[in-house]
């Protein structure tokens, strides 16, 4: 009897309870395992494994999208990032070209990395990161087990990661040759009209200084056409941005002709007088920023 | 191929989750339009999507081969100063990209794998280019490019301009409309590239 009176107490106390347990298992711990790992392979540059981590934890709660809202909204971030990225440090998507000195007749292509790939993906998770934004809004941060963001995704707001992604969609736009996307862009956000809150919007959005240069240059382009002293203003900090300890600059030669072009193109030295220099952002002559100091010449009467 | 087509087109209408096809899918609803023009310095190109392409060839060609006939049209425009820019078909490195990254190869025309009666139709709508002409001249004309979708089996049509790439761990279904087309074309500075997505037509 007693015997049979300890089976039945443990079967109540014990055995249901841990059955109970079991069962109501928290579902957000998987994705929350997954955002930690896929945020620490984006930060090793290890972008496939980053990807495809990323990809299962979406598979995963597909079928039941909102109440997942708040973990897929950073799952797409880090996707967006990943692509990002990878299109600009180490792609791992593929395209094939056709190989010229094979005849029309025959087949045959070179495979080779794809940047394009990468942006158009990128472009793809951003629309799917501002799609979740509400919901993500939404949602709870804490589940009974605990956050649903792993620390180091948790003191990343929402709205730094809508920044980045404003900073995404100028990647991919300035990097496809969409200028008037650009445009359109910088003109949605009012915190990208100038140097100063660009590198502050930079900043917020965890962008690496070392991109920041490519962002300046899509400004620069994207601004030339409407404002001719701020377009200057992002060439001079492109310029800038991208010298060397050895003088030299890291943009890409014909970017630099670009950029040269421009600035002596009619600009002028307000403390001087004298023309811009190229591939100067400090006058020679006076020592004045040329980032304070410089107006076209045509509209000063020059 | 059909019959995959059809279980999915009944799965996707029937199941809002979609999981319950087999796999979870996602739908690219909300993709950026692309600007389905390009005009690079002294290049202008278009290209378009027609829906109805099968009126033009006598076959969809997506559903049943795999390839994505792209309508483009290059041509100069402004003062061309030095050299004009030229194009040279096997050198211009075209290629497609759909939403997801997928990579679309280039595929000459007198290379689709289709029955010889397509095959003639396919080779009278082709792009013919050499030197490129003035964009408003009538020398500049719209002519197909075509692209294979990559790993066949793996994409599934299911609708006009739609397809459903089925991936691991998650399928897509993606409109090839919101694809985008990259070409280079050679100038006196070099190779310049160009990128535009697709504008949707019909005939």
Known sequence: ?302 | MFVRRVVLLAALASCPLAACAGHPLSRVDAFPQLKHFSNRKEVWAEARFYTDHARTFGVDLVADYGIVPVALKIGTVGEIGGDPPRVYMPEMQLRMFLPDGTALAYVPADQVPVPQSIGDRILKEKLELSLLHPWSSDDARWGYVFFALPDREHFVSTGPTTVVHETEPLWREMSLADGLVSFVYTSNQGDEPVNLGLQTDSH
């Open chain 1, 1 to 302: 009897m007693n015997k049979t009176l300890i089976r039945i107490a443990c079967l109540v106390f014990i055995v249901l309870p841990l059955a109970a347990a079991c069962s109501s298992v928290d579902p957000y711990r998987r994705p929350f395992e997954q955002l930690e790992v896929g945020a620490a392979q984006l930060d090793t540059d290890d972008f496939p494994g980053s990807v495809a981590t990323l990809e299962e934890l979406l598979a995963e709660t597909e079928a039941r999208a909102p109440e997942f809202a708040l973990q897929r909204f950073y799952a797409e971030y880090l996707l967006t990032r990943a692509h990002v990225r990878a299109s600009l440090v180490q792609p791992f998507l593929t395209e094939v070209v056709p190989n010229p000195s094979i005849s029309s007749s025959a087949s045959g292509g070179k495979v080779r990395p794809s940047r394009n790939a990468h942006l158009m993906a990128a472009l793809m998770h951003r629309s799917f990161a501002l799609e979740q934004r509400e919901g993500a809004e939404a949602s709870p941060t804490d589940s009974i087990g605990g956050p649903m963001l792993p620390p180091a995704l948790e003191g990343f707001a929402i709205q730094n990661v809508s920044n980045y992604l404003f900073i995404a969609a100028l990647a991919a736009y300035g990097n496809l040759g969409f200028e008037d996307d650009v445009r359109r862009v910088v003109k949605d956000e009012p915190n990208l009209s100038s140097v100063a809150q660009t590198r502050s919007f930079l900043a917020t959005a965890q962008v690496g200084e070392e991109w920041y240069d490519d962002v300046f240059v899509f400004l620069f382009r994207a601004l030339r056409p409407v404002d001719r002293i701020e377009a200057f203003r992002f060439a001079i900090a492109a310029l800038a941005q991208s010298t060397r300890g050895d003088g030299t600059f890291s943009l890409d030669p014909l970017v630099l002709d670009e950029i040269g072009e421009y600035m002596t193109s009619g600009f002028t030295c307000t403390v001087c007088g004298k023309p811009v220099v190229k591939d100067e952002w400090i006058c020679p002559w006076d020592n004045s920023d040329y980032m304070e100091s410089v107006v076209e010449a045509d509209k000063n009467g020059g």
